[in-house]
């Protein structure tokens, strides 16, 4: 699902589109295609990154161990990438980790086919 992704990841890295470091990151916020977010961020830091980043998509996939391996960056667990052809390809492969926007409105839940409806 991911592979063609993760074989981006090196020219990625080579076309110096790879963000590391909170306060860069957010000075670069207004360029940054997207941000991808490690599985093993707590709870609290997810919250301040959906905070800060109103507007750019978050991908959270992976660990940082795996962050290691691809991009050589030790104990990283949030990392931007640059507006630019190969985010958007990079962005495209990781959509089905996406999270949802942190300001999108809760979608009631349908009922199930089947089950009677409530009228009210």
Do not use: C, W
């Not at 360029?31 to 490690?38: A, S």
């Not at 962005?91 to 979608?107: G, M, Q, S, V």
Request: aromatic share 8%; net charge positive; no cysteine.
């Amino acid at each position: 699902m991911s592979d063609l992704a993760e074989r981006l990841y090196p020219f990625a890295r080579r076309a110096r589109i790879v963000v590391v470091g909170r306060p860069v990151l957010f000075r670069q916020r207004r360029h940054l295609q997207f941000l991808l977010i490690t599985e093993d961020l707590s709870a609290t830091s997810q919250r301040e990154v959906r905070r800060d980043y109103p507007d750019v998509p978050i991908v959270q996939h992976y660990t940082s161990v795996q962050l290691e391996q691809f991009f050589a960056l030790r104990n990283t667990k949030v990392i931007g990438f640059r507006k630019s052809s190969l985010a958007m390809s990079i962005l495209r492969e990781l959509k089905p980790f996406r999270l949802p926007p942190a300001n999108a409105p809760e979608t009631p839940e349908a009922p199930e086919p089947g089950e009677p409806q409530e009228e009210g």
